[in-house]
């Protein structure tokens, strides 16, 4: 019988001098930025001109989608878009998702590839990234329109490199010692707020998915005869469902300032909130029909939603680790705050302008969004808190 030889052991990979890595440094930050843009224009540019050519205009050449697919590109990284003499600022959120994961894998791939491990190094990767990709952003705005619709180069630049920074800076710690290194020197306080937010922020993801599944499929009839009406072709129903994919995130982070209270406005004072609706009619925008046309009688109800969800982070804190009242409280009001501190700065991103008149204003209230969740949160964190604390102590004394 043959025998297979025994491996022989690998030397270990040498260390990377210093100057090796400052030499890398920018070629890796200007090619981790190339792909993360080139790779979301692809993706939307393809998007863009499936939906062109089903709706039948394929005769205005492939141009004109590719024009269009950068100003969608930017749309999405919140560059606000001019059109004559207004400015969409209401930018779908799915979008900003994808250019964010993109930039996460360059930045991620950047730090493991040049093997940085300072600091400086790291912020010098991620810094050149980011002016990389802002500076794409720039010739692509100039490059680019939409029927009329711009995107000032200017703007594109600030708010496409605040934009890189932000992945590029996640997927640099995520893919380097240094994220690692931060987390290991977090306070447990710390560690059990954040353990805390996450099990909140669950929670209310899957309520807010079933409230919005409910509501869609109560009012189907209804969404059915405004997208009939808007796209009686195959094609512009193409273009219609693509559209509201790309905004779903922000239709879902409208249902959560719903649920929370402060709800949403949609345009000519129009606004909807679990105990009333007050203004004029919606927007002619299908997935809007399933706003209920009177705010249900159970609507305040909904209002317990983000109150479980605060029973689900204590239960989840309480399983995971055994702290007194004091510390057990402190912990739940920091994740508390960490969700409001998210859901404000989501409402932010979700709401903003389609035109002026009528759609001068879309969305939820951020700060009223943020503090009556955080408040929400909190109250329910605290009862289960409470409750597991005082009470049994209530029960022994009774006893005795």
Do not use: K
């Amino acid at each position: 019988m043959l025998e297979r030889p025994a491996a022989r052991p690998q030397a270990p990979r040498p260390r990377r001098s210093r100057e090796d890595v400052v030499g890398t440094l920018p070629v890796a930050a200007v090619t981790s930025a190339v792909w993360a843009a080139g790779v979301g224009l692809v993706v939307v540019g393809v998007l863009v001109t499936a939906a062109w050519a089903l709706t039948g205009r394929g005769d205005d050449g492939l141009g004109t989608p590719l024009s269009a697919a950068g100003v969608l590109w930017l749309a999405g990284q919140h560059a606000g878009v001019s059109v004559a003499a207004a400015t969409i600022t209401l930018l779908p959120m799915l979008l900003l998702g994808l250019a964010l994961l993109l930039l996460f894998l360059a930045g991620r791939w950047a730090v493991r590839i040049t093997s940085t491990t300072t600091v400086a190094d790291t912020a010098l990767l991620v810094v050149g990234g980011a002016a990389t990709y802002a500076l794409l952003a720039m010739l692509v705005a100039q490059a680019s329109s939409l029927g009329g619709a711009t995107v000032a180069p200017l703007t594109a630049l600030a708010s496409c490199g605040a934009v890189a920074l932000l992945g590029l800076g996640a997927g640099a710690l995520a893919g380097g010692p240094l994220g690692a290194a931060a987390l290991a020197r977090l306070p447990q306080p710390a560690r059990d707020s954040l353990l805390a937010a996450g099990a909140a922020s669950g929670a209310l993801l899957v309520a807010v998915g079933v409230v919005a599944a409910v509501a869609v499929v109560s009012r189907w009839s209804t969404i059915a005869s405004m997208s009939h009406q808007l796209a009686p072709g195959a094609g512009d129903a193409v273009g219609v469902l693509l559209l509201t994919l790309a905004y779903l995130p922000n239709l879902l982070v409208w249902v959560l300032a719903y649920v929370a209270g402060p709800g949403f406005s949609v345009g000519g004072g129009t606004g909807v909130d679990p105990f009333s609706q007050t203004g004029g009619l919606l927007p002619a925008v299908p997935i809007l029909g399933a706003v209920p046309e009177q705010a249900p009688a159970a609507g305040p109800l909904l209002l317990l939603l983000p109150v479980a969800a605060g029973m689900v982070a204590a239960a989840v804190l309480r399983h995971r680790r055994s702290l007194a009242l004091r510390e057990e409280a402190v912990a739940l009001l920091g994740g508390a705050a960490v969700v409001a501190v998210g859901a404000a700065l989501l409402a932010a991103l979700s709401g903003g302008a389609l035109g002026d008149g009528r759609l001068e204003q879309l969305g939820p209230p951020a700060l009223a969004t943020g503090l009556a969740l955080g408040g929400l949160v909190a109250g329910g964190s605290l009862l289960v808190s409470l409750g597991t604390h005082v009470l049994p102590t209530v029960w022994v004394t009774g006893e005795h």
